[in-house]
């Protein structure tokens, strides 16, 4: 078994497709698929803040759930988005503002498409993957040892969020601790949620949120081979949304 986790893409459409085909793959019947029967794997955060949150759900949609060559694990936003299209009351912030006006945008017809794809492919989602395969698994923002092979509300609030504090920074951002510091377990964790300029691997962690939405890159980690590869954001470079770790 060989797998592609792709970092998050949030609406970047261009960046995910130039991504699959560096890798190898090739498109055929509206899906991304590698002649050597690799899979990919989406980490989370799909949509929200970049250009094409639509055209992201619907690839992601026929990958993961209409042709299943493709799994995926949800994010914070994918979440947020999961309960706007629940009709539940959501602040339109923080990015979903940008998907909740490409989805108003589009006739009546295609949003109940989009809203019942989106929603299938949320339910059908584990809180995180494991592949003992590959010994790894993989979980949108991280997840502490202990919490491993638990489904409880702490855990989805870990893998949804991270390891939050309840604090806030300056900025009004949550502060989240650093719980990758502290894993010594020797199964690889493959996450993202946290933009950083370059992936950052620590014990048997790493990161690929690499902010191709805040104008860096998009990176997708290839197992078994331990490898990363990376192509340029189109998107505007936003020095200040990302993470320095000491």
């Not at 560096?22 to 929200?48: A, C, L, Q, S």
């Not at 019942?116 to 010994?135: K, M, S, V």
Request: aromatic share 10%.
């Amino acid at each position: 078994m060989k797998i592609d986790v792709v970092g998050d893409v949030h609406g970047c459409i261009d960046e995910l497709q130039a991504l699959f085909l560096k890798m190898g793959y090739v498109f055929e019947k509206d899906i991304y698929i590698h002649p050597n029967g690799r899979i990919p794997v989406f980490v989370g955060d799909i949509t929200d803040r970049g250009p094409d949150s639509i055209a992201v759900i619907k690839l992601v949609y026929n990958m993961v759930v209409k042709q299943q060559k493709a799994l995926y694990v949800p994010g914070n936003h994918c979440n947020k988005l999961y309960r706007f299209f629940l009709g539940n009351k959501v602040q339109e912030k923080h990015g979903l503002e940008t998907t909740a006006a490409e989805y108003r945008a589009l006739p009546a017809r295609e949003q109940k498409f989009i809203s019942h794809h989106f929603i299938t492919l949320y339910e059908q989602a584990p809180l995180y993957l494991q592949i003992p395969e590959l010994n790894v698994i993989i979980a949108h923002a991280g997840i502490k040892e202990s919490l491993i092979g638990r489904t409880d509300k702490k855990v989805k609030t870990f893998v949804l969020y991270g390891d939050i504090s309840g604090e806030f920074d300056t900025d009004g951002r949550p502060i989240r601790r650093d719980w990758a510091k502290h894993y010594h377990g020797d199964r690889w964790i493959v996450y993202g949620h946290t933009p950083v300029k370059e992936p950052r691997m620590v014990n048997k962690t790493i990161n690929i949120d690499t902010g191709c939405v805040f104008g860096n890159k998009l990176t997708a980690f290839r197992l078994p081979e331990e490898e990363t590869v990376t192509v340029p954001s189109n998107q505007a470079l936003l020095e200040e949304k990302f993470r320095h770790f000491s």
